[in-house]
């Protein structure tokens, strides 16, 4: 049993297949080109943005597209005046027009850590574009002696030394003496035969869990811009919103510009 903190690291996202990479002669997944002087890579992830949203457009098959139109695209400066290639400029026609279901076709999976109940009732809200495999309260035991040590808590960071519950008593001391209670309770209820399913019922909304959650492009766009910071989303699915950010635009920088639009 302890306090825990947030952690999002990203599992897996879109990647190309080697057999339609080596018929497009992409080298290590990766489709290298040069833009008034600057190197560039195109990443997966916008190869196959590429290749949905032309095949809209496109009397060319899907599995052709890239290899007639990717130079095109990619070695071409934007002809829009902003930044960037002609996928660039594709990319925000698209997304500029609404029609940013060609984004869906984009996944990322996060292993999500150390995140209270209370963010997780608010996050499966999102339910269009998501998929959520969540540690169970039914079959992991919380109890002290068990495998987990007891269940671990997310403290909220309006809960300080500096609040005084009472004379003597911290708002920190009253939050950390509940869950301490409450553990006992757990404990006693399971020594006493109370199955786990059961037992969890005392269990508060500040216990921790993990998930596994996968989203296409265009729902976690439509996720951050509703739990961003500074939009009125409570502090830890915006922290959790900034993160899932910043594991995207890690690996598809291409795509900063879109979270900051939202």
Known sequence: MAETQMSVTLIAHTKLSEDFATQNEIDALRYNFTVNGKHLEATDGQIVALTAIRTCYSAGKPSEIFEKEGDKYFRQSASDGEDGTEADRLFRHI??????????????????????????????RHRVGFSFSVQSQRYVRFGS??????????????????????????????????????????????????????????????????????????????????RRKGRGAQWEIAELAEQLRAAVVAVDPWTEPYFDAV
């Open 145 to 226: 002696d068990d495998k987990t040590g007891g269940f671990d808590y997310v403290v909220p960071p309006s809960v300080t030394e500096d609040k005084q519950v009472s004379e003597m008593l911290t708002a920190k001391d009253a939050f950390m003496q509940a869950m301490m209670f409450i553990q006992a309770a757990y404990d006693q209820l399971r020594a006493a035969g109370v199955p786990a399913e059961d037992a969890r019922m005392v269990l508060p909304n500040a216990a921790a869990t993990n998930l596994t959650m996968t989203a296409n492009l265009r729902a976690l766009l439509d996720f951050y811009g509703k």
């Open 95 to 124: 997304t500029r027009s609404g029609h940013t279901s060609t984004l869906e076709h984009i996944t990322y999976t996060f292993a999500i850590e150390g995140v209270s109940r209370a963010l997780l009732a608010q996050l499966t």
